[in-house]
């Protein structure tokens, strides 16, 4: 067992803004873009050692603020058809580990994506059946994810997760989708995804032990069908 336990207390501040204009370009071509603002303070105060040369307590404090966009372009092909294509950043803020064991695991930084998306839209048969199909590729970088923590010296591994940031990776996928109401009771929807997700760079290299759990959160490494 790790005879030096950690226990904290967590709090989180976050505070945000958003806006959104959208307008017809032409009856049938539409533009909107959205626009977030978001300011968050996350604070850990450890009870407890995290090394035994340390104080019994101590504090982390950390402050992330960034800005996030959505800009989608959408035609209409007719009143029950449009094809649209969407550009958008998502960032995720940083934060501590309260299960770390070593100095270099007590804290990890934000986490980013740009993601492109293109589809096609349409009902048939009078509304009583959809389909939809996208295509879409995700840049992501440092990459969070959890991995088991590094034990003290000469101790077992705690069982225990902190995040860390991993590198670059690439998503590319596919998804299609077909509902239909074969009556006023009976809806029957059926759907096909295949992803392709692969690292950038020498992120593999970076993560080194790390690889395999990283992999299992990005579909293994390799691509899928679900």
Known sequence: ANPFPARSNQSIEQKSAFGLLEGDVTQRFNLRGELRYTDEEKRQVQLTNIL???PTTGTQNGKWTFWDWRVTAQYDLADDQNVYVTAATGKRSG?????AQILSEIAYGPEEQ???EA???ANWLDGRVSTNVALYYIDWKDIQQAVPATPLPGQPPTGANVFQ???KAEVKGIEFEVAANL???????ASFAYTDPKFKGNTAYDIGAGNVAVCLAVASCA???L
């Open 114 to 116: 740009l993601t492109y």
């Open 223 to 225: 691509p899928s069908v």
């Open 183 to 189: 009556t006023d009771a009976l809806r029957v929807n």
């Open 52 to 54: 035994p040369t340390l």
């Open 119 to 121: 589809g096609y839209k």
């Open 165 to 167: 940031n991993f590198g």
């Open 95 to 99: 934060g501590f580990n309260p299960a």
